[in-house]
T-cell receptor, first 114, second 113 residues
């Protein structure tokens, strides 16, 4: 099955700096890569996603890049703010046969220091 | 538009008991998936339902089961609870199986004593 590795597990940045979280996946059949933000006591919230036919996608301060050849994708947050502090999860999804589930990375605890 | 609603939010059970968790998806969403979240194992896929049929199942024992009703609401059941079943159980809905975007509820936090 699919395996997703996520690094780093913790990340501290100063407010205003950029943060980068990286993930690798194992199955070349994966074609959908979402990123979720989970705040304490809440469920994961979809913040951005990218499909395998696109190399980069941006949404205001957030961007995701995908390298299909290397099987890795990254989340970039610019001009970080204290409210960006949360756990971030990457995920990958295979759409073949009956499989539609997401396989998640282990999460990155991002702390933005004021 | 209301989000995914899960009930109960918190519950405490003892070993050997069984539990039923409920999930109401976003209006119009027909696919419901369940995930278990623990500090040690992270987010793990339990099962997916679409049109009242289980379409996919993760690597969990048969004590974990679920169903989906005609209005797309879903329930999951865990029988003969074990200490290791303590977790946050998350329900997610999507418009259709192919759209990809999953929207999660706040979860049901189960503690097994």
């Amino acid at each position: 099955g699919e395996n997703v590795e996520q690094h780093p597990s913790t990340l501290s940045v100063q407010e205003g700096d950029s943060a980068v979280i990286k993930c690798t996946y194992s199955d070349s059949a994966s074609n959908y890569f979402p990123w979720y933000k989970q705040e304490l006591g809440k469920g994961p919230q979809l913040i951005i996603d990218i499909r395998s036919n696109v190399g980069e996608k941006k949404d205001q301060r957030i961007a995701v890049t995908l390298n299909k050849t290397a099987k890795h994708f990254s989340l970039h947050i610019t001009e970080t703010q204290p409210e960006d502090s949360a756990v971030y999860f990457c995920a990958a999804r295979i759409s073949s046969g009956s499989a539609r589930q997401l396989t998640f990375g282990s999460g990155t605890q991002l702390t933005v220091l004021p | 538009k209301a989000g995914v609603t899960q009930t109960p939010r918190y519950l405490i059970k003892t070993r050997g008991q069984q539990v039923t968790l409920s999930c109401s998806p976003i209006s119009g969403h027909r696919s419901v998936s369940w995930y278990q979240q623990t500090p040690g194992q992270g987010l793990q896929f339990l099962f997916e339902y679409f049109s009242e049929t289980q379409r996919n199942k993760g690597n969990f024992p048969g004590r974990f089961s679920g169903r989906q009703f005609s209005n797309s609401r879903s329930e999951m059941n865990v029988s003969t609870l074990e200490l290791g079943d303590s977790a946050l159980y998350l329900c997610a809905s999507s418009l259709a199986r192919e759209t990809g975007e999953l929207f999660f509820g706040e979860g049901s936090r189960l503690t097994v004593l």
